[in-house]
């Protein structure tokens, strides 16, 4: 009884919180819902993404188009030659985001139909045209596609940054919604395969994704309007703020935060610690061979995702996300040990990708809200909000990327995978391959885990840094005309000062902790 009763109260306390928040945050329920909803609609583009990479794992771009792996790493290099050049634009663009409507929800209203329609087209290029056709096609078409790709899950992970101010808040929105959009892959991890046995060469038939690609694209597309439609930005500045800065001084103050540096060094490795993972695919055809298992092997896997979203704010609550990242990264790597000496046996390379999976996911919520820290430390350090040129990072990232492309495709070369993917069924070429990605994933897991050794700052202080903002943006208010001074001593009233929706002219104050109003 008494369990029922305290479900009961949470019941009550989550419509109680529906529309205005609880005392000390920013978010309401309703709006955590419409963000979650939207990140579902987000992660079903992002299932079909991952269906399209320039990588030799990937059953559309290798096994069905047959594209070698050197020839896939090399479209990657131009690819990423092409993003270093248009970053600048994208950066001061998100910086200087036409209209009042903030500095992320636009993208998610723009980029989601084009999005969903580049995708779809990647699946309906002609088998019987010549391998260089078809490459130059999927070369063009995967530029466009992975420009707006990227551009629109960038804003709708960083709109979560510019909902709330509140560290701690943007950890429960992160687990939550984290929690609501897993479902995306997990419904296609599971329904993807059973689709695919309506298709005589299964998931190597073209076919299969001339159906999934356009349904769950635009599907995705549909909900991630809920983003747009059902949130806010808040940010703390001077109601009179506009903000304006020169590439050249944003790139040299961004280069100047060391947080930055280290949450962007680590992401270096991530394809490293990923060697195994990203290699499920082949694990499902070629050791497996069974898409029925494959599918409920699918679900399965999937609650490691849902496990670590869960269990994640409690980790980080309980021993910070520094702490968090460390732990997570050690059981990453610790996982994939076993695969290096015995990966022939997909039940226990499933059970060691689980594990990866888990600390992957509990790392969905730290590294988000890391990044959120930083540019608060970046504001309360020079003054400037600077969510488009942090993004000039990717500049850097792009250049590492250029040489760490090619380790995998020469891996891949080197045992024995050309251009005939049949070859993957053979284990005498399969398993010393998996043995040397599994060795692989263990350095990558800590190499990732080194930089945030340097990462020193604490929950609390970002939140004193976080008062402090909104002393200043209160003392340049009341400079301006807007407050009362004798109140400048009152830190509740404080508390209720400087947010504003995103526009310079637009103010909204909370109301006891409660939800903003325009």
Request: aromatic share 12%; with cysteine; charged share 15%.
């Amino acid at each position: 009884m008494q369990i029922i009763n305290k479900a009961g109260e949470v019941v009550k306390d989550f419509f109680r919180c529906w529309k205005k928040p609880a005392e000390g945050n920013y978010v309401g329920n309703k709006e955590i819902i419409a963000y979650s909803v939207g990140g579902m609609g987000v992660q079903f583009i992002v299932a079909i993404a991952s269906q399209i990479l320039l990588q030799a794992n990937c059953l559309l771009i290798g096994t069905v188009y047959g594209l070698k792996p050197t020839d896939l790493a090399l479209l990657l290099m131009i690819n990423t030659i092409i993003s270093i050049v248009i970053q600048p634009f994208k950066s001061w663009l998100i910086d200087n985001t036409p209209g009042n409507q903030g500095k992320a929800r636009p993208y998610l209203l723009w980029l989601g139909p084009p999005c969903a329609l580049l995708m779809s087209l990647t699946a309906f290029i002609p088998q019987s045209w010549s391998k260089q056709t078809i490459l130059i096609c999927v070369g063009a078409l995967y530029m466009v596609m992975n420009f707006i790709y990227q551009f629109y899950l960038g804003m709708y992970t960083q709109l979560v940054q510019l909902m709330t101010p509140n560290t701690n808040e943007r950890a429960k929105i992160i687990s939550i919604s984290s929690v609501i959009y897993s479902l995306a892959p997990t419904i296609t991890g599971a329904v993807f395969p059973l689709i695919a046995k309506a298709f005589e060469l299964g998931q190597v038939d073209q076919n299969f994704y001339k159906v999934i690609f356009p349904v769950f694209s635009f599907l995705g597309c549909g909900l991630g309007f809920f983003a747009y439609f059902g949130t806010k930005e808040r940010i703390i500045v001077p109601r009179r703020q506009v903000q304006k800065v020169k590439f050249k001084d944003g790139f040299i103050k961004i280069c100047q935060n060391r947080y930055f540096w280290i949450n962007n060094v680590a992401t270096w490795f991530t394809f490293a610690r990923a060697a195994i993972t990203g290699s499920m695919a082949w694990a499902y055809i070629y050791m497996l061979q069974n898409e029925v298992i494959q599918s409920a092997a699918s679900l399965v896997i999937g609650t490691a995702s849902l496990v670590g979203m869960v269990i994640g704010p409690f980790v980080i609550k309980k021993i910070g996300k520094k702490n968090t990242v460390l732990l997570t990264d050690g059981a990453i790597a610790l996982s994939m040990v076993p695969l290096i000496f015995y990966n022939n046996n997909f039940y226990v390379f499933a059970i060691m990708c689980y594990v990866s999976f888990w600390g992957t996911a509990v790392q969905i919520i730290t590294t988000p809200a890391m990044s959120a820290d930083a540019l608060d430390y970046q504001q309360w350090k020079t003054g400037d909000r600077l969510e488009g040129f942090s993004q000039n990072f990717a500049i850097i990232n792009s250049l590492v990327a250029m040489g760490t492309n090619y380790i995998l495709p020469l891996m891949y070369e080197y045992y024995g995978l050309i251009n005939d993917y049949d070859v993957l069924y053979d284990e005498a070429v399969r398993s010393p391959m998996l043995s040397a990605m599994g060795l692989l994933a263990v350095i990558g897991a800590v190499l990732h885990a080194v930089p945030f050794l340097f990462w020193n700052m604490t929950e609390k202080d970002q939140e004193r840094m976080i008062e402090d903002l909104k002393r200043r943006a209160h003392e340049q208010n009341v400079l301006d005309g807007y407050g009362d001074a004798s109140v400048l001593s009152s830190q509740e009233h404080l508390n209720e000062e400087g947010f504003t929706d995103g526009s310079a002219d637009q103010t909204v104050a909370p109301e006891e902790g409660g939800e903003a109003e325009i």
